[in-house]
């Protein structure tokens, strides 16, 4: 075979790629740039929620400064800004590339990101205002801001399905049946959440039916497709097991839909609907094993390469996260530790290993890798990387670690009659100060990443011939004769 | 695999599954739960201050649920009587059981601290009566007038010092009497209604 022959096929699948970068390019970068922009606001609004806690005179004059109101910007901001917003980034442009083809109707997609954004921009300025649904996670007006959502992440939505439709591949690799999955799936738990009719604990039940599926139905399924693309991509590896992926997949969409009344154990619903989800949230360690395997033992043996890229640094992270989340949330659902848990910090913070140490470090490793080819540039600083990094890494830390164990404490304070409420408080407070160090340290750390982002896209900043950790290092070698 | 068809039918078939599991069943049952009849509607004046509740979020911080004493001891605390029941729950649209004690339990709140000034005190700056408090406090529910720009059907907060602003006296906005005429409505003390007793028997209790 001639030179020429063997390299035809490699040059037409860098062409695939290249042509399926340049479609999602537009639309990509739109959700990306709105992401940052409320990850940055959602980030300052939650730093400034857990201050308030220790310092509960701090900024109380205005109603749009108040505790409830800033949280509520701050859970918002970050789920459906940062963490909605990027991962359909992601989406927009994994599909393409895994199905070889464009991204069909690019513009509609951007459109779709307009769209979701003016509903954000109005259901958080109606939070702060003072008007919201009072149902937890579904606090957006559902008449006035909701609808933005489901048609804009809607036309983003028919974009990735009609470039399924039209893929050039045959075969459909597990991440696409991950986020296509999540896109069916997020209209239809939001429209049933936020359905005007639901009474008395049936409202409660159905709040938690959605608010736990916003997580396993919508940013699990993203993230943990996002990871399976890129871990083995990455480390140019295929992934561990295919017969595993499509146990986790299905067990996930089956088990993770029944989880809900997990968060009601106790509660006034009716007990079978409870032992339903406590039943199911037990069995997630199925899912959660068979992706946990495929993950970490793609990784065995390849640490080595975390040093030299920042995509697998943070996807791995956020994997080992996912795993982790996902059995101390089967552990936190029995029973006997929930009756010390429930209702404590433990699950503020069980709240942020999911959605950040798993879902938000998942995601600023995909877009490190997807941005230089999206602006077909280097990323300018490995520092500013490396800042990145250590500042997000110590500040979830300093955010999980304190506050689990201090919500454990107040959790057995608060079953013991003998001892008076103030201590349930009291044991808190320690952690409650650590958060908000956490807070600062991670809002640090998103400005840093920010930053970094303006410099690519604004093509500003030293351009680089090799990515960052690549450099070539000069090797000094002894001439062998001085051996002799 | 690779059946576009298979994936969006079976991600559809799960997620239809536990919507009817976990919300279409339970609706069939729970819609002929009836409301006690010891337990009255939301006057105007306490559904206002509902609203006033859930707009500046104080369900984050506050439950309004007691569980089963074989379960916890949510009735030794001192909460109330009895764990609450489906029934309890008729009037709220929508409801607000709440997921967090960073402060008490308030379904039985009226029942407990029945005082109107306390609550208004204690909203105006919750650590003139409670010092170890991390509530916020809620200024803007309030007005500071000049003592002689008092009208009569104005509720004048007895604020002590050094919580009330000097040479000023704290008058309670309508919002502010409103949130306090609804926590003073929270109040579950009848037993458990005939109609909750044998559907929730299995409803509250471990199994």
Known sequence: MSRQDATIP?????????RADASSRAPALVFFSTALVWLLFGSIEGTLASLKLHMPE????????????????????????????????????????????????????????????????????????????????????????????????????????????????????????????AFLWFPVIFVIGNWPTWTGVESAAVNWFYAHNALGLWFTPMGVGAAYYFIPKVLGRPVYSYQLSILGFWTLAFFYALNGMHHLIGGPIPTWM??????????????????????????????????????????????????????????????????????????????????????????????????????????????????????????????????????????????????????????TLWALVSRSVAGVLLTAGHAVFAYHFWLMVRRRGPTREVPPFHEPVPVVYERPEAHA | MSRTWLLLLGAAATVGFAAIVLVGIPQVMLVRIAAPPELAAYTDLEARGRAVYIANGCVYCHSQQLRD??????????????????ADYAYDRPHLLGTMRTGPDLINVGERLPSESWHLIHLYNPRALVPWSIMPSFPYLFEEREPGDVRP???????????????????????????????????????????????????????
Not at chain 1, 10 to 18: A, K
């Open chain 1, 58 to 181: 701090l900024l109380t004059s205005a109603g749009w400064l108040t505790f409830g109101r800033v949280r509520t910007a701050h859970l918002n901001a970050v789920n459906y800004g940062w963490a909605s917003l990027a991962s359909i980034g992601v989406a927009l442009w994994i599909i393409p590339r895994l199905v070889h083809t464009e991204l069909r109707w690019p513009r509609v997609a951007t459109a779709g990101a307009v769209v979701w954004n003016v509903g954000l921009v109005i259901g958080i300025a109606l939070i702060l205002a003072g008007r919201n649904d009072g149902l937890e996670w579904l606090e957006m007006d559902r008449y006035l801001a909701d609808p933005f959502l489901v048609v804009g992440g809607g036309m983003a939505g028919v974009t990735l399905l009609a470039t399924l439709l039209a893929r050039q591949a045959g075969h459909l690799y597990v991440t696409v049946w991950y986020t296509i999955a």
């Open chain 1, 274 to 427: 409870i032992t339903t989800s406590v039943v199911a949230s037990v069995l997630m360690v199925i899912p959660v094993l068979a992706v946990a395997v495929n993950h970490h033992m793609t990784m065995v043996g390849r640490f080595g390469a975390l040093r030299y890229s920042p995509t697998l640094r943070f996807v791995v992270l956020g994997a080992i996260a996912y795993t982790a989340v996902s059995l101390q949330g089967s552990f936190t659902s029995l029973r006997e530790v929930n009756r010390v848990t429930h209702f404590t910090h433990w699950t503020v913070a069980h709240a942020h290993v999911g959605v950040y140490a798993f879902v938000t470090m998942v995601l600023f490793g995909s877009m490190y890798y997807i941005v230089p080819r999206l602006v077909r540039r280097e990323w300018p600083s490995a520092r500013l990387i490396q800042w990145h990094f250590w500042l997000v890494l110590a500040g979830i830390a300093l955010y999980i670690i304190p506050l689990t164990i201090a919500g454990g404490f107040q959790g057995l304070a608060m079953l013991d009659p003998a001892v008076p409420f103030q201590r349930s408080v009291e044991v």
């Open chain 1, 10 to 18: 490699f040059r037409g699948d860098v062409e695939i790629r290249l």
């Open chain 2, 153 to 207: 059907g104005d509720v004048v907060v007895p604020v002590q010092t050094p919580y009330a602003p000097a040479g000023r006296v704290v008058v309670a906005t309508q919002d502010a009497r409103a949130l306090v005429a609804y926590l003073l409505s929270l109040r579950r003390t009848y037993p458990v209604p005939a109609a909750d007793t044998g559907a929730a028997r299995g409803m509250s209790r471990m199994p």
């Open chain 2, 69 to 86: 004493p074989a379960f916890t001891t949510d009735v030794e605390l001192g909460w109330g009587g009895r764990a609450t029941v489906p």
